[in-house]
C-alpha cells in the first residue's frame, strides 16, 4: 500500500499529489492500492495559517476537495489526520493495513455485446 500525503494547509502540495506523487507511484507501482491522507488538519482552522493563505487569495483544502481528489487517483480511501492534535493518525494506519488485508477487487466492467 502506498499512502500519498499532502498538508491540508498547503494548497501547493494538494497540487503535487495530481501532477508529481500519483503520476509516479502509478507508473512504478500500478496495482498497489493507495491510501490519500490530507495531514496537519489543525491548521484547517489555525488563524495564522488561514490568515497567510488568503493573502495569497487562496484557503486550506477542504475535505470535499481531498474525496474528490482521492476518486480522481483511484485511491481506495480519503482520511484526515494531525499528529499535532493526534487525531486520526491511529485510522490512516488501520486503514493502511485493512487495504492490504482485504484489497478491494475491481469490477468487470466488460459488457456483451450482440451482433
Same mark, same amino acid.
Given at each position: $500500500? =502506498?499512502?500519498?500525503? =499532502?498538508?491540508?494547509?498547503? #494548497? *501547493?502540495?494538494?497540487?503535487?499529489?495530481?501532477?508529481?506523487?500519483? #503520476?509516479?507511484? *502509478? !507508473? !512504478?507501482?500500478?496495482? /498497489? #492500492?493507495?491510501?490519500? &491522507?490530507?495531514?496537519?488538519?489543525?491548521?484547517?482552522?489555525?488563524?495564522?495559517? &488561514?490568515?497567510?493563505?488568503?493573502? @495569497?487569495?487562496?484557503? #486550506?483544502?477542504?475535505? @470535499?476537495?481531498?474525496?474528490?481528489?482521492?476518486?480522481?487517483?483511484? +485511491? $481506495?480511501?480519503?482520511?484526515?489526520? *494531525? +499528529?499535532?492534535?493526534?487525531?486520526?493518525?491511529?485510522? &490512516? =494506519? +488501520?486503514?493502511?493495513?485493512?487495504? /492490504?488485508?482485504?484489497?478491494?477487487?475491481?469490477?468487470?466492467?466488460?459488457?456483451?455485446?450482440?451482433?
Amino acid at each position: $500500500v =502506498f499512502i500519498i500525503c =499532502f498538508s491540508i494547509g498547503s #494548497p *501547493s502540495s494538494y497540487a503535487n499529489v495530481r501532477h508529481k506523487w500519483h #503520476p509516479e507511484v *502509478s !507508473h !512504478h507501482c500500478p496495482n /498497489v #492500492p493507495i491510501l490519500l &491522507v490530507g495531514t496537519k488538519r489543525d491548521l484547517r482552522n489555525d488563524p495564522e495559517t &488561514v490568515k497567510k493563505l488568503k493573502e @495569497q487569495s487562496l484557503v #486550506p483544502t477542504t475535505p @470535499q476537495q481531498g474525496t474528490s481528489l482521492a476518486k480522481q487517483i483511484g +485511491a $481506495v480511501k480519503y482520511l484526515e489526520c *494531525s +499528529a499535532l492534535n493526534q487525531e486520526g493518525v491511529r485510522e &490512516v =494506519f +488501520a486503514e493502511a493495513v485493512r487495504a /492490504v488485508l482485504y484489497p478491494v477487487t475491481k469490477k468487470n466492467t466488460r459488457k456483451c455485446v450482440l451482433l
